[in-house]
Structures are given as structure tokens and as C-alpha cells.
């Protein structure tokens, strides 16, 4: 399996910035998706941003134009850096990994391993 390995969460004022990371060890897959989810006090868990293999990014729309995604290939690396935050962005944030996938697939279920949670918490 892949170990996540999440960090950067932390307590920011309203419009500020963010960077959180998630590095992959364990196993090196060719076809891959590393993704983005949060939870919000009780909500259940959403999509925020996805990256398939050959690096096409997609994000939920109401991150959309302020969290932007970056990759570290060479270390299985995922970066998602969060500007103009708002209160509504508080939320627990967890990586997850769906190893043999050229894509990112929509449910939940199909991600094989998650990391522990980093806290945002803006205000």
C-alpha cells in the first residue's frame, strides 16, 4: 500500500495563505490520482482538488481561482496552495491515493489510502 504523509494545516486570519503538502512512499504505481478531500464540522467529506498521472488538475468549484495544485514527480509530492482564504474554508483536509488509475475516479471508495487529516482553520 501507499503511506500519505500530510502536512501545513494551521490557524490563519481571513484572506490569508496556506500551503498544504502530502508526500506518497510505499509503492510506486504508473497510473495514479492524488487528490484533496475535506471535512467540515459536521458535513460529510467533499472533493476539493484532484491531479491525475500526466498531470491534469481539476478543482472543486468553490476553490476554484484561489488553490492551486502542484506536483513534486520525483517524490510522489502533491502541494496545494490556498490563497484568499475564507472561514468556510475550515475544515479537516486529507490526501488520499487511487493507485492504478490514469484518472481521477469520482467515488469516494475507489481511493486505497489516506493520510491522517491536517486542520485548516481560518477566522
Known amino acids: 500500500h501507499v503511506q500519505l504523509v500530510e502536512s501545513g494545516g494551521g490557524s490563519v486570519q481571513a484572506g490569508g495563505s496556506l500551503r498544504l503538502s502530502c508526500a506518497a512512499s510505499?509503492?510506486?504505481?504508473?497510473?495514479?490520482?492524488m487528490a484533496w478531500f475535506r471535512q467540515a464540522a459536521g458535513m460529510g467529506r467533499e472533493d476539493v482538488a484532484k491531479m491525475s498521472s500526466d498531470g491534469t488538475a481539476t478543482y472543486a468549484d468553490s476553490v476554484k481561482g484561489r488553490f492551486t495544485l502542484s506536483k513534486d514527480a520525483a517524490n510522489d509530492t502533491l502541494y496545494l496552495q490556498m490563497n484568499s482564504l475564507k472561514p468556510e474554508d475550515s475544515a479537516m483536509y486529507y490526501c488520499a491515493a487511487a493507485t492504478g488509475w490514469p484518472y481521477c475516479p469520482m467515488w469516494m471508495s475507489r481511493y486505497d489510502s489516506w493520510g491522517q487529516g491536517t486542520q485548516v482553520t481560518v477566522s
Open positions: 510505499g509503492y510506486s504505481a504508473s497510473s495514479y490520482c
